[in-house]
């Protein structure tokens, strides 16, 4: 064993006992809480029985079986592994295999088109498939014309693919020792794609680094004032999707710190209120509309659900109005620490947004001013002009970010890269301002700005307000064009169940919130939204299937 003890600079050391390896976490546990419940998963989200509830070092013994299976089939450092399924134990430990393994995950959103999987399996090479059964139907044909085999299957919904094994098979007799691979912090360990809005997705690549701090960052947040004596005492619900930065880093933040992370496999209401009581959790993330539909339960079922522990909501994809913030308080206690997250692959949750530190101000103008409140203690946010200048209080421009937390590049794509780094700092795409007392207000997507008759109307504003609504589920506003106002106002909405709004009474709602010029010139009742994760609304889906819909008007 030789030792570098001159060099300063450049050491890039393989010392295995002071790396940063996300894999790692896990083993570092089981010296210190070996037995200590790690990861939870609901019925659905798991094959084995004895899966169900996971110890650190049981968690830790089937990642290792899994990276050194791996490895013995001649995968090397940087070989890419997709995988393509939903939220289960195998397939997240699954994933800390391939890391421990020093390999590439790349999770492929099991909703997207089959065009968009052939375009990513061509761009990444992958060397090894897992997927779950449900899915191989859909996607069968696109990993045939890329002569891509499956080699693992998770048989939930469905059979083991033929030709591959299961999960169980695949780590059957393989050694629980650490894998010895040699591993540095700025690896790539995830390759996560875009949801393609506007063109082709694009590959963010994601370091070790980046994984440690998004999760540990998580951690800090939603341990801090939980009411828990220690961090081990975190407990943390998880729902939505793995192949989704959201979920990720929520799952690894309760694994990063000693604490235990739950995983179901969809974020149904149900569930959510039924795990929080089972298994007294401390957190739970979602956006406003999951918090909604907790509330409600709660509220129909005071006796049958305990609201005693869960103490930090964090939410996405959107404000929680007040009314809703009131009743969460209400149910859960009047010192729930209730925030607004905000962020993207390239560098999540990079903004803090908590309510009670505020609460006057957010009070007074939620949800119509969406507030992302200041960044985190691990990132650098501004808002920025078009000329790399920052914005003073009340301008409009684009915020940016730096991090530790942040991708090192988009994969094979030099032009957009350089792009996203222009002045230095990440460009998120996301209009931004400051309020006289320097939070971060979110004013939207620059791409969803909509520009009728010379006048800007922010769609996320308008969303913001057709939701307060008693009789609104979902409503996301977009624009059309029109020949006259170039663009017009146009809000599609998911009715809340029982409810049956007209047209006519939401415009009427909006005329007496919103200026006359950012009221909706049209409403469209639909039964569902196209939906990428969460509540993030596919607008470019919506601009298109409307986008004659004032084709005859002047």
């Known amino acids: 064993m030789k030792f570098d003890v001159t060099s300063l600079f450049n050491r890039r050391a393989d010392n295995r006992w002071d790396r940063i390896a996300l894999g790692d976490a896990l083993e570092r546990m089981t010296w210190s809480y070996p037995d200590k419940e790690a990861l939870v998963s609901w019925q659905g989200a798991y094959v084995d029985k004895e899966y169900e509830r996971l110890t650190y070092k049981q968690c830790n013994d089937i990642a290792n079986q899994f990276a050194n299976a791996l490895l013995e089939k001649g995968l090397k450092r940087g070989d890419r592994v997709i995988t393509f399924g939903l939220n289960s134990a195998e397939h997240f430990l699954a994933q800390v295999g391939v890391a421990k393994a020093g390999l590439v995950l790349v999770p492929i959103n099991v909703t997207i088109a089959t065009d968009v999987i052939d375009y990513i399996i061509k761009e990444v090479e ?28 998770i048989p939930i919904g469905g059979e083991v693919v033929p030709g591959s094994v299961s999960f169980k098979g695949f780590i059957s007799g393989k050694s629980k020792a650490e894998p010895d691979v040699r591993i540095h912090g700025d690896d790539i360990v995830q390759i996560l794609y875009t949801s393609g809005t506007t063109a082709w997705p694009k590959g963010v690549m994601l370091s070790h680094i980046y994984m440690y701090v998004v999760s540990v960052g998580h951690a800090m947040t939603m341990s801090r004032g939980a009411g828990v004596l220690t961090e081990l005492d975190y407990r943390s619900g998880n729902y939505y999707p793995i192949f989704h930065i959201a979920s990720q880093g929520m799952i690894w933040s309760g ?15 149900t569930i959510i209120c039924e795990s929080i009581t089972r298994e007294k959790l401390t957190t739970v993330f979602g956006g406003p509309v999951d918090f909604r539909r907790i509330a409600d339960l709660y509220e129909q079922n005071p006796e049958q659900y305990d609201a005693s522990t869960l103490r930090v909501c964090p939410c996405g994809w959107g404000p929680i109005p007040p009314p809703l913030d009131k009743r969460l308080r209400k149910i859960f206690g009047q010192d729930l620490v209730i925030l607004s997250y905000d962020g993207q692959t390239e560098c999540v949750y990079d903004t803090r947004g908590w309510h009670h530190k505020f609460y006057d101000r957010y009070e007074k103008n939620s949800p119509a001013l969406n507030y992302l409140g200041a960044s985190h203690a691990f990132y650098g946010t501004r808002i920025m002009d078009l000329d790399g200048k920052p914005c003073p209080i009340g301008v409009t421009g684009e915020k940016v970010m730096q991090s530790p937390a942040m991708m090192a590049a988009y994969y094979k794509n030099e032009k957009e890269t350089e792009e996203a780094f222009k002045y230095g700092w990440f460009h998120s795409g996301d209009a931004c301002q400051y309020d006289d007392s320097g939070l971060i207000i979110m004013v939207d997507r620059f791409k969803d700005v909509i520009k009728s008759g ?7 504003r308008v969303e913001n307000v057709l939701v307060t609504s008693p009789k609104v589920e979902m ?20 009715p809340r169940e029982g409810e049956t709004p007209t047209e006519g009474e939401l415009i009427d709602f909006c005329r007496t919130r919103l200026g006359r010029f950012e009221v909706p010139k049209r409403i469209i009742f639909v039964d569902r939204m196209p939906i990428s994760v969460g509540t993030k609304v596919k607008k470019y889906e919506l601009r298109n299937r409307y986008k004659d819909l004032f084709k005859d008007e002047e």
């Open 126 to 153: 992958p060397s090894f498939l897992l997927i779950d059964a449900q899915f191989y139907t859909r996607v069968e044909k696109v990993f045939e014309n890329n002569q891509l085999r499956v080699n693992v299957t």
């Open 475 to 494: 409503a996301a506003v977009f624009g059309v064009p029109h020949k006259r106002w170039g663009e017009s106002v146009v809000a599609a909405v998911v």
């Open 255 to 269: 694994l990063m710190v000693g604490g235990m992370s739950l995983m179901a496999r969809s974020p149904d209401a």
């Open 454 to 460: 010379g006048e800007t109307v922010t769609s996320l």
